[in-house]
């Protein structure tokens, strides 16, 4: 039996001397306990050192990503395959081993023993390797990890779907403050000026005007026209003469003005996000962006973690992404399966008749499955493929609605009754009941 260890210098090849009593005794940590039971238990067969950090590093990350690197490929096919050993060999990483054994043809194992020799090892590395100094490997395993770690801050860093999932939160954090706040102007303000919530319905509209007048008293001596319509100018002019609200103090009007001032800002970061994310979703999901909009393309992106995880999910699952609390719910009750999540609120499910959105909904996530897969995979960005989609989806919608009216079940228009009008006749005096005398 083999141990394939990795180290920071390179590949190491211990061979076990007992491999029958080392599989079989209920502790390992025993065979490995002081540097006499190691040597006695394993011996260093081969050794092949990294020539620099950048082969150190090439062939690590392709070891986490479960493949085999081109070094140790040389090196097993020099120290095992051409020596045809059959011994089976133990690794530290399961998809490593399972590499090893699709790939070579290796009889590889990877389990919970074997992580316990691994462990073993590494206690007595110093003194089963000669040539590698303790201050060395130290040196060498800090630099591996610094290296590792700016390679997936690197990977990371190019996924720019990253940016898209961060700013659709933000905006939809946003969403939620600027209502709280719109709410708490409007319950503060009318304290001073209730009628100005009824006349002035818009929060942003509503905030400007709070802004611009301030105390009620103002009405007449600040112009609104470019604000407001000359005739809301007017009817606002006119409700603050006959206000009931209470007064208020200059400090009141001071907090007052600054937090629809806060609004406003708000409000306009608001607009250049929803900019900024319109752009970064045409760059990067450009065919999805066209089928169902940047919004709720973003949301999808979202709430599957990534472009790439999105793309791996089937229609029926992206149908149905942002309604799990519904399925659940739905199959432990027994009922009804939901026909829709987040791509309810794409304008072409929107748009269709209730008869038919299930089936939209449906059609339009098939097409939606594609073109997400075209703009993950793929290397067109012009988004021709979703817009030939998209206009597959509205003539459905278009033939689904004039075979839903020739249906047999269709309901009819009803017809207004009208009574038939008849000719006026003449009273006739002799079918009177004759009086009693």
């Known amino acids: 039996m083999l141990v394939l260890f990795e180290t920071p210098a390179g590949f190491a090849l211990f061979k076990v001397l007992n491999s029958k009593k080392l599989m079989q005794a209920d502790d390992v940590y025993n ?68 590499a090893l054994n699709a790939e070579l043809g290796l009889d590889c194992v990877a389990d919970d023993r074997a992580i316990e020799v691994m462990r073993g090892l590494r206690m007595q590395l110093f003194h ?33 779907d990253v940016m898209i999932i ?89 907090h007052i003005k600054d937090l629809a001032g806060q609004i406003i800002e708000m409000y306009e970061y608001r607009e250049s996000l929803a900019d900024y994310l319109k752009v970064r979703m045409s760059a990067v999901a450009p065919n999805l962006s066209a089928m169902v909009g940047e919004i709720v393309g973003a949301r999808l992106i979202s709430k599957a973690g990534s472009l790439v995880n999105l793309a791996k999910l089937p229609s029926s699952t992206v149908q149905i992404l942002g309604a799990e609390k519904a399925l659940f719910k739905a199959i432990r009750t027994k009922h009804n399966t939901p026909k829709y999540g987040l791509i309810y609120h794409a304008s072409l499910v929107g748009a269709a008749p209730m008869s038919i959105k299930g089936k939209i909904s449906r059609s339009l996530a098939a097409k939606c499955s594609l073109s997400i897969r075209y703009d993950a995979l793929g290397e067109a960005n012009d988004g021709s493929f979703g817009i030939a989609n998209k206009a597959y989806i509205e003539a459905k919608i278009k033939k689904l609605e004039m075979v839903a009216g020739k249906a047999p079940g269709a309901a009819k228009p009803v017809q207004k009754y009208s009574a038939p009008k008849q000719a006026a006749k003449d009273y006739n005096t002799a079918a009177d009941f004759p009086a009693l005398e």
């Open 31 to 98: 065979f490995f306990q002081t540097p006499e039971k190691a040597d006695k238990t394993v011996k260093l067969e081969a050794f092949q050192k990294f020539k620099d950090s950048t082969a150190a590093l090439k062939a690590m990350a392709k070891i986490l990503k479960g493949k085999i690197p081109k070094t140790l490929n040389d090196f097993l096919q020099k120290n095992v395959i051409s020596k045809e050993i059959q011994d089976t060999i133990i690794c530290g990483e399961k998809r490593l081993a399972s």
């Open 128 to 160: 089963l390797m000669k040539g590698v100094s303790e201050a060395d490997y130290k040196a060498m395993s800090l630099g591996l990890a610094h290296s590792i770690s700016r390679y997936k801050l690197k990977f990371s860093a190019e996924k720019v």
């Open 166 to 254: 961060q700013a659709i939160c933000l905006l939809d954090d946003l969403d939620k403050e600027l209502n709280n706040y719109a709410m708490r102007l409007k319950e503060w303000y009318s304290w001073h000026f209730p009628e100005l919530i009824d006349i002035v319905s818009d929060y942003l509209l509503y905030a400007k005007v709070v802004q611009a007048v301030g105390m009620r008293t103002n009405v007449r001596e600040i112009d609104l026209k470019e604000l407001l319509p000359e005739d809301l100018e007017l009817e606002v002019q006119s409700a603050a003469e006959k206000s009931m609200g209470t007064e208020i103090s200059l400090d009141d009007e001071a």
